[in-house]
């Protein structure tokens, strides 16, 4: 039997969605710690409020809000990438929390992308 490998849904939409509902998953497994709480709210925070500003960007009333919700996603995909690394280097290091941090890193890239067609458009 092969084991299929479940690969990022293309649309962002989608994948900032799935993405936020997994560093939700992660921060519920991290310990009841004054450092895990913390850590914790901070992914929620971050890691949902990249959708979140994507969702917002699709109903941009300008060229230039579109671009700016966007740059707030990639602001808020790049914190969340910091704390994800404080997690793995201090809390928790697991084959789910690596896979969430280089989830991050292409949203990062692919928001960049996104941006940089936008300002050429």
Not at 49 to 64: L, M, P
């Given at each position: 039997?092969?084991?299929?490998?479940?690969?990022?849904?293309?649309?962002?939409?989608?994948?900032?969605?799935?993405?936020?509902?997994?560093?939700?998953?992660?921060?519920?497994?991290?310990?009841?710690?004054?450092?895990?709480?913390?850590?914790?709210?901070?992914?929620?925070?971050s890691?949902t409020?990249?959708?979140?500003?994507?969702?917002?960007?699709?109903?941009?009333?300008?060229?230039?809000?579109?671009i700016?919700?966007?740059?707030?996603?990639?602001?808020e995909?790049?914190?969340?990438?910091?704390?994800l690394?404080?997690i793995?280097s201090?809390?928790?290091?697991?084959q789910?929390?690596?896979?969430?941090?280089?989830?991050?890193?292409?949203?990062?890239?692919?928001?960049?992308?996104?941006?940089?067609?936008?300002?050429?458009?």
């Open positions: 039997m092969t084991k299929t490998v479940q690969r990022p849904p293309f649309d962002i939409k989608e994948r900032t969605f799935a993405f936020g509902v997994r560093a939700v998953k992660v921060a519920q497994r991290l310990p009841k710690t004054i450092a895990g709480r913390e850590l914790g709210r901070q992914i929620i925070r890691g409020s990249i959708g979140a500003n994507v969702e917002e960007a699709d109903g941009a009333t300008s060229k230039k809000d579109f700016y919700r966007m740059g707030i996603a990639r602001k995909a790049r914190e969340t990438r910091y704390w690394r404080i793995g201090t809390l928790m290091n697991d789910e929390l690596e896979s969430l941090t280089s989830e991050c890193d292409e949203l990062v890239k692919i928001l960049s992308k996104i941006i940089q067609t936008a300002r050429a458009r």
